[in-house]
């Protein structure tokens, strides 16, 4: 039989987009030959312990445990901590589940002895057994702030959960990036990489993090290794989440010719949907090669051709 074959694939990860094209890539390639870089600008703390919803999800992901319906969170959730807090009347919009906050609390006590958020990520994933490396884009805080229309600052949190991500938006901030050092295992991922992949993450709330710190921007633009991207769009609607609006209100172009321009610096390869294939030349014309594909990630069938295709671009012997 044919092993899977020993490469050192680098992905960029935020919200769910990504977590689903892994589960593709996981039933072809094994988990230790994947770096995965989480972005921190969705986290946030609540009771004191710090969420760090994209990290998690990949924690979750990678141990089994991730809930498949929601793409965050544990499988099989109870909340009777969030209900006795509400008892208590303190704030419940934010839904920690009670086997959530036992990597929360792990956490914590690992961020209180002096652990930087890198390491206690790598104890996690050490004792959950995890063998592909996850890896914060910062051990910095960098928090991702969406601007309404009284110029008032969200969290991305507030925004994404509190208010159902029905605020308009005038301007989103990545608040600390400008200072935020990118953690050496991430530009190192990035330097060692066979390839890099930007899965199908919201580019401005997912990406747009990790792309604002220069040092990350700037290692994608050196790399050597290709550096291919998914689309989360299709026909300029976005799979899940308000990836389209926020393009639209933030003045980019709500197509995946808009996301292959945020994009154009260090993109070599760029998956959009077969419906979308008149976009085709206009981002060929960028310098990036566009290729057509049914980019849903539904069904662990699609899941796995996806990623079956990617790595075939990439080079990969499968
Ligand atoms: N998303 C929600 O829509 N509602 C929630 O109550 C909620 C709680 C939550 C708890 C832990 C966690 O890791 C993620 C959670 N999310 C929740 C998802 C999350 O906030 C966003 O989907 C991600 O930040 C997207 O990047």
């Known amino acids: 039989m044919k092993g899977k074959p020993q490469v050192s694939i680098t992905l960029l990860s935020g919200g769910t987009g990504t977590p689903k094209l892994l589960l593709g890539v996981r039933e072809l390639l094994d988990d230790n030959l994947l770096t995965i870089i989480g972005n921190t600008g969705d986290d946030d703390t609540f009771f004191g312990l710090l969420v760090s919803p ?14 498949l319906e929601k793409f965050w969170g544990v499988e099989d959730e109870t909340y009777n901590t969030l209900q006795q807090l509400g008892m208590m009347k303190e704030p419940t919009w934010f839904q920690l589940g009670d086997k959530d906050l036992a990597l929360h609390l792990a ?3 690992l961020l209180s002895s002096g652990y930087t958020l890198t390491e206690a ?3 996690s994933c050490t004792k959950l057994e995890i063998t592909a490396k996850i890896v914060p884009m910062t051990d910095d805080p960098v928090k991702t702030t969406m601007v309404n229309e009284k110029n ?23 608040e600390g990036s400008e200072k935020a050092k ?12 066979n390839a890099i992949i930007l899965g199908p993450s919201n580019p401005i ?3 747009g993090p990790m792309l604002a710190l220069p040092e990350i921007k700037n290692a994608l633009i050196k790399s050597k290794a290709k550096v291919i991207a998914v689309s989360p769009l299709d026909s300029g609607k ?4 308000p990836a389209a609006r926020l393009l639209k209100e933030l003045g980019y172009e709500a197509t995946s010719l808009g996301i292959a321009k945020l994009y154009k610096e260090f993109l070599d390869v760029f998956v959009i949907s077969t419906n979308d294939s008149e976009l085709r030349e206009s981002i060929q014309d960028l310098g990036i090669k566009a290729i057509c594909s049914n980019i ?3 069904t662990k069938t699609e899941q796995i051709n996806l990623a079956r295709a990617i790595l075939t671009e990439i080079g990969i012997n499968l």
Do not use: C, W
């Open 182 to 193: 990118a953690t050496k295992e991430a530009i190192r991922a990035i330097k060692n990489a």
């Open 296 to 298: 849903s990630l539904k």
């Open 152 to 174: 008032e600052r969200l969290s991305f949190q507030e925004y994404t959960v509190k208010f159902r991500e029905k605020i308009p938006v005038k301007a989103v901030h990545y």
């Open 107 to 109: 956490r914590n006590r």
């Open 121 to 123: 990520i790598n104890e």
């Open 238 to 241: 976005a799979f899940s989440g």
């Open 205 to 207: 709330t997912s990406v």
């Open 54 to 67: 994209d990290i998690d999800s990949l924690i979750y992901l990678f141990s089994n445990q991730l809930d």
